[in-house]
């Protein structure tokens, strides 16, 4: 089926070329515009008790959601020139939106050096990060100067850095990997040819994500990681395929032949890869985030254009140029050659154990940080400082104190029936609660403070609550029948993704019920807590949905029962050792000065979830393409090792090289501004360079030479049948890695 396809692709060369090239140009229209129909967030679960909270509080007070602060900085010798443009900025926007938002008064800091003030909207399905940009252009400039921080501004800048990101790492990423490529094939136009199929399965798949970003809910990173994988995967498709077809070419093949071998062989190979790289992608949707759900649909997307145009545009393009693609050598053929690939993997046979022991040690190494792991929701400082709502938030942060900081929120709800009169004792025993810990900063009665004159003291709120007077609580029983909930927002001294502020929280969440009442805790801690324990609860579904269907594919491709489990530990090693780097770098700090972000003690939720499915299918990749040569010439030989050393001999150079191309991708994103981007770039570039130098060269010859024959073992059909003996074909007249 594949030859015909091949063959056809050469057929109608002309025609497929052209089809693809109104498609690319179609698709250019629509994908610059994916980031509009991206959205922020995704780190909420529908029916969690942060959520009950929140709606709690906004069906009993119409309570609406903080949306933007606004922060101005003010010299010491303009505070009046200061005020009027606080207070310009608050009328402009409420003749520009009305009743869409509301602005609180202007008010100083205590220090009388900054002036805040709040912007408040009801839930937007954007978060309200479309008010973002014209709320930008009404900020004072200059000496007397306006920030727009807060969670909107925030998803706002992510989407505008994320773009930014794409374009700098697209420039920088394709001219380095064209190096990389100019190594591997020495001539120019071979080089060429994989880094133009990247840009075309990216670009057409972000237009797909286009559409679908209008019916579904896809994420802000989608952008960046579709791009990431996408240029990644396709590059490494194509790369195989055109060093197949040359390999044909050198062997005398006429070009319709030479098409057709290669979709054949190295077809077959990328077609496995795609299944289990979207195996992978699909894991994602599993997971119940609908943040997860969108990258996992992103992924497969890509990677089915990524298959799609090494299977068709690719042929059809080898097929008009010819030998014409061995054009403009600029590396001596002499140099691309080297049998130092069969002499590692020899010498590794002959001490598998100790191979497998060293190699063990050095990956448990690299992944030792990952058994330490802490996982939380990015908050401002998932942006770099220089950007406008990361330095106004930090600005807020300098003046306000833990006042800037996102509260836990007590919601105390009393239950229909329950006599008004035990309300003001139930306050009494949950202040109580509250303040039996020493993180507890202050407390408010509001969610949002615009001060820190507006907390009080445990002591001073359980003494004025105790000792009420009659009018004093005659009207805290009004209050409280008019509504039936109450609100203590809790302002702590750590952070509200530190492990203080998570531990304060399950205490508040474990302590005994009160009879008639429901207690809720809410707030950005509460919310983190609960979107972690939905997701890791999921995680072992995801897992296992993950290895058995790649098992499954791996068995059917390979027809043994011993090699797939081996692949699945290979994998567990590689995801092990990107877990270690990412927590080593980003959670410890270690590398904060060199890829320039703040460490706020933990990775990104999503990010081990995300890397075990792509890890999972990128893995895998490079086992199908070493496993489908050294599969082939054991049937040749019905030698074992053998197999091994000339599986490897032809693979090694060509798997490696991929992989160089693959970590040149994966790293320039570790640079990327947005945190997330950085750890998942960085996870991917190490785990990559862990799984094509010591797995792929060391650890996996080292074990197919202890299992032996029974490397190719299966029920029923017990060994395969060998279809003839002779000497290994180091030339690879039909490998699908070559």
Known sequence: MLQQLGRFMYRSRWTVVAVWIAVFGLASIFAPRVSGVLRGGGYTIGNSESIVAYNTLHDAYGYRALTFSVAITVPPSQAHAGMAAARRFRRLTLERFGRTLSVSEPVWTPDHAVILERIYSAPQDDFGASFAAPLQTLLPQGPVRGYLTGPSAIFH????????????????????????????????????????????????????????????????????????LGL????????????????????????????????????????????????????????????????????????????????????????????????????????????????????????????????????VIVAWPAFHLRVGIPGPEILPSSVNSRAGNDILGQHLGVVNRSPVLVVVQRHAGTPISTYQSTIFAVLDRICTSPEVAGIAAIP??????????????????????????????????????????????????????????????????????????????????????????????????VTLIIYLVLLIAFRSVLLPLKAILMNVFSVLAAYGAVVFAFQDGHLARLLDFT???????????????????????????????????????????????????????????????????????????LVVIKQVGLGLAIA???????????????????????????????????????????????????
Not at 470 to 491: D, E, I
Not at 520 to 541: C, E, V, W
């Open 157 to 228: 800048d992510m989407e505008t850095v994320s773009d930014g990101d794409l374009r700098r790492v697209e420039i920088v990423t394709l001219p380095i990997a064209l190096i990389v490529l100019l190594l591997i094939f020495g001539s120019v136009v071979a080089s060429l040819t994989p880094v133009l199929m990247a840009p075309v399965a990216v670009t057409i798949a972000l237009a797909v994500i286009y559409f679908l970003g209008h019916r579904i809910d896809m994420s802000i990173f989608v952008l960046n990681t579709t791009s990431m």
């Open 599 to 673: 460490s706020v003690g933990n990775v990104d939720s999503i990010v081990p979830v995300f890397l075990f499915c792509v890890l999972f299918g990128i893995s895998t990749d490079y086992e199908v393409f070493l496993l489908t040569r050294v599969q082939e010439e054991y049937r040749i030989t019905g030698n074992n090792e053998e197999s091994v050393a000339a599986g490897l001999a032809v693979t090694g150079r060509i798997i490696t090289s991929a992989a160089a191309v693959m970590m040149v991708v994966f790293g320039a994103f570790a640079f990327a501004r």
């Open 232 to 363: 990644g995967v396709a590059i490494d498709y194509s790369l195989f395929m055109v060093n197949r077809f040359r390999s044909e070419l050198s062997l005398g093949r006429d070009l319709e032949t030479a098409v057709g071998n290669t979709v054949t062989t190295s077809g077959r190979a990328i077609l496995v890869s795609a299944v289990v790289v979207s195996v992978g992608f699909f894991g994602l949707t599993l997971s119940g985030v609908s943040m997860l759900r969108s990258l996992g649909i992103g992924g497969s997307i890509v990677t089915i254009f990524s298959l799609l145009t090494a299977l068709t545009l690719l042929p059809a393009l080898l097929g008009i140029m010819g030998e014409r693609i061995n054009l403009l050598p600029v590396v001596p053929s002499r140099f691309q050659r080297s049998h130092v690939w069969r002499d590692i993997a020899l010498r590794v046979m002959r001490r598998p154990v100790r191979i497998i022991a060293v190699v063990s040690i050095v990956i």
């Open 448 to 545: 949002v403070p615009d001060s820190p004159s507006a907390l009080h003291s445990c002591d001073s709120a359980l003494a004025a609550s105790q000792n009420a007077s009659s009018a004093q609580r005659a009207q805290f029983q009004l209050q409280a029948a008019k509504h039936r909930v109450g609100l203590v927002s809790v302002f702590l001294k750590s952070g509200p993704s530190s492990a203080a502020a998570e531990h304060y929280v399950t205490s508040l969440r474990n302590a005994p019920s009160i009879p008639g009442y429901s207690i809720l805790i809410g707030g950005q801690t509460a919310g983190q807590m609960d979107f972690d324990h939905y997701l890791y609860s999921r995680f072992p579904l995801v897992i296992g949905f």
């Open 688 to 738: 990559v360079l862990v799984d094509a130098t010591l797995i792929r060269v060391l650890l996996v010859p080292a074990t197919m030479r202890l299992l032996g024959r029974w490397n190719w073992w299966l029920p029923i059909r017990g060994f395969p049948r060998l279809e003839g003996r002779g000497e290994p074909s180091l030339r690879g007249k039909s490998p699908a890695a070559e």
